[in-house]
């Protein structure tokens, strides 16, 4: 059995978990602002960091109401233990700034502004602080707006360059060489014929042993 072949007997296998867990995604959008906050807060912590220890800083300062309410120092120390956590707690509360709208959260009503997904990933590309093509995707994906995105980190990197999708991993990543490595996922989503978002996640468990978010 070739790694091909065995990757799709994996998604044999996880498929209904994998499906499970995007339709939980996009329930995401019809909860609280906060809620949805707490995704962009969680994705903004992600880079060069654990994605389980992530939410767990996000699942605590959401408990103590930091999140919504604490200024950069106090949510700092939360972040310790991840990558970048002082830049990270400056980018969280920048971020909330921006959705403040007469004291209150209003991520959700920006949000359905955009008819086009991919007009939006733009914005929150160009508008927030921390969050990159990547960071995007992976926001849009856990609110149920991200089926036609890539999530390119280095776990997704390495299987695409596995199963030749690229024939090397850049160093770095421009918008250019982002939409490009996607397109070539898109493209080999169609060949196996699992969703993009489907294949997101199965690359992922296959490198992590969890779907996860």
């Known amino acids: ?9 994996i998604y044999k296998v996880r498929r209904d978990e994998i499906q499970r867990r995007l339709s939980e995604f996009k329930k995401i959008l019809s909860e609280s602002n906060r809620r949805i906050f707490a995704e962009l807060a969680f994705c903004i912590c992600t880079p060069q960091s654990k994605a389980k220890n992530c939410w767990e800083i996000i699942s605590s300062l959401m ?7 604490g200024n950069e120092e106090q949510i700092k120390p ?11 707690a400056k980018y969280i509360v920048n971020a909330r700034r921006l959705f403040t709208e007469d004291d209150t959260l209003k991520i959700k009503e920006k949000i359905q502004l955009f008819n086009d997904p991919f007009k939006l990933r733009e ?50 990543i421009s918008k250019k060489v982002y939409l490009d490595i996607e397109n070539k ?29």
């Open 78 to 88: 939360f972040l310790n233990s991840i990558r970048f956590g002082e830049n990270k």
């Open 1 to 9: 059995m070739n790694s091909l072949e065995r990757l799709i007997e």
């Open 63 to 69: 408990k103590n109401g930091l999140l919504f309410n």
């Open 123 to 172: 914005w929150l590309v160009e508008n927030i602080l921390g969050i990159g093509m990547k960071e995007a995707s992976h926001f849009l994906r856990n609110i149920g707006l991200g089926k036609d995105f890539a999530i390119l980190d280095r776990h997704i990197l390495k299987n695409l360059k596995e199963f030749n999708v690229i024939k090397d991993i850049p160093k770095s």
């Open 185 to 213: 996922m898109r493209e080999f989503s169609k060949q196996i014929n699992i969703p993009m978002d489907e294949l997101d996640l199965l690359l992922w468990s296959k490198e992590t042993g969890i779907i996860f978010k």
